[in-house]
């Protein structure tokens, strides 16, 4: 006769068997009605480890089939689809391209590896890989620093007539402040997280102090400067006025930057938020001359211009808004006019705390986050599909998943990060993956079917939440 302990312990065992098999049924069905968009495995350019055990113990936590599928799909994307890996003299070489452009961008490359930095001591190869970037990118900025993209080799550009400086390693060359931000903000995050300071090499210190004299340059204290561009084109916001040096400024101390984030020309040509990513990459670049390289003079020199810059957008970038407040504006001139908007391309305003340029408590940045984040906003578009941020670049009513993964990456507050999720997986049109832009009343209507770096962002958010808020996964969407 069969005991009461027994029964139980052979009910509890047939149970769990059953839940087991439950479990097993269920991921079967989430697996026909949503495969895998990813590359076969002998087909991707790069397999990491890391993030391979990253994919599975975040994806068992989250609760929505769809979302985890999405997750599946976006997080690998950068390194199932658009990395190189190489040497070059000895060292590793990686060039990234951004997608359906097979060229690599000095913003993009850096915003598609950022991700997987965290896992980098857990990862030779891919500490390896991330190496290669920083060496290509001080490459890159010693061939042209006021170029935003480049080929892989001396290959030429669509873009050989613009009216600018042209090199045939060169895609484009718009020149865009973020550009010479985003290889500090990645050398800086590798040293930190790895502690290994031999990608600071000799190459990467001049690529650095080319950097610093640029942006030096682009102050324009002493003339418009070596850099101008124009382009022959219907669309304004692919060339620049003025001869090509940009409307008139005041010299306050701040930097010009000709063109956003978003590759579209400035209005005016102080862009704030690439203004205040530069004092964060200033102050980067002083500690790791400081402490690393031990050179001090240098280090001073950053330190000078953070803070001159950083004066400069508190005299002329935190402006009066009639509804909103001291905000910051976008775009100022230094004669007192401001361009009150922002755009959905990283660095915009609403992106300052993910870039560690300002504390997301900060009463400035809140007030700018309310003003971003509303139809006072030309470029906030709310529809039927979703509501979010867009830009000028692909026109109106054309929201940006970066700036809807950015909203959440940048927010406190449960309910706003869950409505995010809820958009992002009502918009990707039945992809699996994210797009440069959707339109605000059919998710459908999108461009960019491949664009490498919204698909990973979407990923770091995923991660961000299983490590700080892992009951939001857990929710049903």
Not at 79 to 93: A, H, K
Request: hydrophobic residues 40%; aromatic residues 10%; negative net charge.
């Amino acid at each position: 006769m069969i005991s009461r302990r027994e029964m139980i312990r052979t009910t509890g065992a047939a149970l769990a068997g059953l839940a087991a098999r439950a479990d097993r049924l269920a991921a079967a069905l989430a697996a026909q009605d949503y495969p895998s968009q990813r590359p076969p495995l002998g087909q991707r350019k790069f397999v990491s480890d890391a993030v391979e055990a990253t994919i599975d113990r975040v994806t068992r936590d989250i609760a929505e089939p769809e979302l985890a599928w999405m997750f599946e799909n976006c997080y690998p994307n950068t390194l199932d689809t658009t990395v190189r890996l190489g040497t070059t003299d000895g060292r590793p070489d990686t060039f990234v391209i951004t997608g359906d452009i097979p060229a690599m961008w000095l913003r993009d490359s850096t915003a598609q590896v950022w991700p997987y930095l965290p896992l980098a001591k857990q990862d030779e190869k891919l500490k390896q890989l991330l190496a290669g970037v920083i060496h290509r990118q001080a490459h890159c900025i010693l061939i042209d620093p006021y170029a935003n993209a480049f080929n892989d080799g001396p290959t030429g550009s669509p873009w050989a007539s613009d009216l600018t400086q042209m090199k045939p390693e060169l895609h484009e060359r718009k020149w865009e402040i973020d550009s010479l931000c985003y290889p500090v903000r990645l050398a800086y995050g590798y040293w930190r997280t790895t502690g290994d300071a031999s990608v600071l090499d000799r190459d990467w210190q001049a690529a650095a102090k080319l950097s610093v004299q640029t942006f030096r340059e682009q102050q324009r204290k002493q003339g418009h400067g070596p850099y101008r561009f124009q382009r022959t084109t219907a669309v304004a916001y692919d060339t620049v006025p003025l001869g090509g040096y940009g409307n008139p400024t005041r010299k306050v101390g701040l930097i010009h930057s000709m063109f956003r984030p978003s590759d579209d020309a400035c209005i005016y040509p102080f862009l704030v938020p690439s203004n205040l990513f530069a004092v964060a990459s200033l102050m980067q670049l002083r500690e790791m001359f400081r402490e690393e390289i031990g050179n001090r003079a240098f280090a001073a020199e950053c330190d000078e211009l953070a803070e001159e810059v950083a004066t400069a957008i508190r005299d002329y970038a935190i402006v009066q808004h009639p509804k909103y407040g001291h905000i910051y504006a976008y775009e100022v001139d230094g004669f007192g006019n401001a361009l009150f908007m922002d755009d959905a391309n990283v660095p915009s305003l609403l992106s300052l705390p993910y870039l560690s340029v300002t504390d997301t408590a900060d009463p400035v940045y809140q007030a700018t986050r309310r003003f971003v984040l509303s139809e006072d906003n030309p470029y906030f578009f709310r529809g039927e599909a979703g509501e979010g941020i867009g830009g000028p670049h692909v026109g109106l009513e054309m929201i940006w998943p970066l700036g809807i993964i950015m909203r959440a990456l940048t927010s406190t507050d449960d309910a706003e990060i869950l409505h995010c999720l809820r958009t992002l997986k009502a918009t990707h049109a039945g992809t699996g993956f994210m797009h440069e832009s959707f339109h605000q009343d059919d998710p459908t209507n999108f461009t960019r079917a491949w664009f490498a770096w919204a698909n990973t962002l979407l990923g770091e958010l995923i991660v961000t939440l299983h490590g700080e808020r892992p009951q939001l996964l857990r929710t049903p969407l």
